[in-house]
């Protein structure tokens, strides 16, 4: 558990980067001001959830206070998480025919699109990790997540051949995957950023 200490100073945090955006985009401070928040070390970052008291914000104080320095990053982070619920992320994942670590990136990268004028924390999931797989700007989530899905299809398509291969011979190398999505730094439709896997399906977190 966080320290009561480091718990106060995030809930402060918290209230002053949701008076930054009431400031500086109303839109969004008006937005995050009439749902729940939450400070715990429930959720690993920060993220959006539908609990029994409606729609909740959380934050990881230890995340807030000393993973994320520079408070215009602590704000993107919150405006991140209020526009996932402005494209209501939460409301179109389905448990029965998405995967949600899949998910949670191919909303990031709707939302982090979007987050200026606030700068992104380092690490996060951006069109700029995936090079080389076609990926346009100003998608829907939907558009992302099917796109990704093909590609970690193609890929593990790939590597099943490739293994396949590698019984069959000597031990020789098998480059490459499906449209040169293998040679890419970003290409892992299993990466993600600072907690967008962590979701069970029941939030989106951010990254």
Request: charged share 25%; proline share 3%; hydrophobic share 40%.
């Amino acid at each position: 558990m966080a320290g009561a200490s480091i718990a106060a100073k995030a809930k402060e945090e918290l209230g002053r980067c949701i008076v930054s955006l009431l400031m500086e985009e109303p839109f969004y401070g008006h937005l995050l001001s009439g749902i729940v928040r939450s400070v715990t070390d429930q959720t690993q970052t920060a993220a959006v959830a539908l609990t029994t008291r409606g729609v909740e914000l959380r934050v990881n104080p230890e995340f807030l206070m000393k993973e994320l320095r520079i408070k215009k990053v602590r704000t993107a982070v919150i405006k991140h998480e209020a526009l996932h619920l402005l494209f209501r992320h939460l409301f179109r994942y389905d448990p029965k025919t998405r995967d949600a670590h899949l998910f949670n990136i191919a909303a990031d990268l709707v939302v982090n699109q979007v987050v200026a004028p606030w700068p992104l924390p380092e690490g996060a999931v951006t069109l700029a990790m995936f090079p080389d797989m076609g990926l346009k700007s100003d998608q829907t989530v939907e558009w992302y997540y099917d796109k990704l899905a093909r590609i970690q299809r193609e890929l593990e398509r790939a590597k099943s051949q490739c293994d396949g291969a590698a019984d069959d011979s000597d031990g020789g190398e098998c480059a490459g995957g499906a449209d040169g999505a293998g040679d890419s730094d970003g290409g892992d439709c299993d990466g993600g950023a600072d907690g967008a896997g962590d979701s069970d399906g029941g939030e989106c977190a951010g990254g």
